[in-house]
């Protein structure tokens, strides 16, 4: 057990709705990072947060998808509009910003739009 | 650009030693870790190196040369709990992860 939560682990929804998913990470872990995974494929970084900051956000991040972190601590992913490109597992990895700053990853939530 | 190339599938015998390459071009680098993937869940941390050479743990090793873009993940003494994919992951600015496809290895009694 990593300690990095994440829910829900599988969201079914419909083209068009808007879905939220949530990652709390290990609880003295300053950085947090959100992947998404095809199959098949490695996990390609969305999005990094240092705190409350959001400091990067990859070129896959369109408009329709935006992640927060208020209180530092826990964070969310929103994609509004979704198509059936979106489905995949999102996952969430937090790390603690000193020694070799290794990310450990939560279960991740596999997301399948109809 | 980035780029990560690592075999795509690898068999080996229970008992056995294999040797996973990874050779990468990444913009910035700050390190390379290994991750093991079982299917269906989320990657688990293996190694990291940050200098050349070979960081050793257990039964797995990893080996780093930075002016190669080179790494390799050895795994001694295969049990069939190592069927997994194994992902190489330099990373770049603010310390992000950047996968390749990674290597999907079968092991057989």
């Known amino acids: 057990d990593t300690g990095v939560s994440q829910d829900p682990r599988h969201k079914i929804t419909k083209r068009g709705q808007n879905v939220t998913f949530r990652c709390d990470p290990i609880?003295?872990?300053?950085?947090l990072y959100w992947y998404r995974q095809t199959l098949g494929q490695g996990p390609e970084f969305l999005t990094y947060?240092?705190?409350?900051?959001?400091?990067?956000k990859s070129r896959l991040l369109s408009d329709r998808f935006s992640a927060e972190r208020p209180k530092g601590s826990f964070s969310t992913l929103e994609i509004q509009r979704t198509e059936q490109g979106d489905s995949a597992m999102y996952l969430c990895?937090?790390?603690?910003?000193?020694?070799?700053?290794?990310?450990?990853f939560g279960p991740g939530t596999r997301l399948t739009v109809l | 650009g980035q780029n990560i190339d690592q075999p795509t599938e690898m068999t080996a015998t229970e008992g056995a030693i294999v040797q996973i390459n990874c050779t990468y071009q990444?913009?910035?680098?700050?390190?390379l870790f290994w991750y093991q993937q079982h299917a269906g869940e989320a990657p688990t941390f293996l190694s990291y190196?940050?200098?050349?050479g070979l960081e050793e743990k257990g039964r797995f090793s990893s080996f780093l040369s930075r002016s190669k873009g080179y790494s390799y993940l050895l795994l001694k003494e295969l049990q069939m709990k190592d069927s997994a994919s194994y992902l190489c992951?330099?990373?770049?600015?603010?310390?992000?992860?950047?996968f390749g496809a990674g290597t999907r290895l079968a092991v057989h009694p």
């Open positions: 990895a937090s790390s603690l910003r000193q020694g070799t700053d290794t990310q450990y």
């Open positions: 609880s003295e872990h300053n950085r």
């Open positions: 947060f240092q705190n409350e900051a959001q400091l990067e």
């Open positions: 990444t913009s910035g680098f700050n390190g």
């Open positions: 190196n940050v200098l050349d």
């Open positions: 992951a330099p990373s770049g600015g603010y310390n992000k992860l950047i």
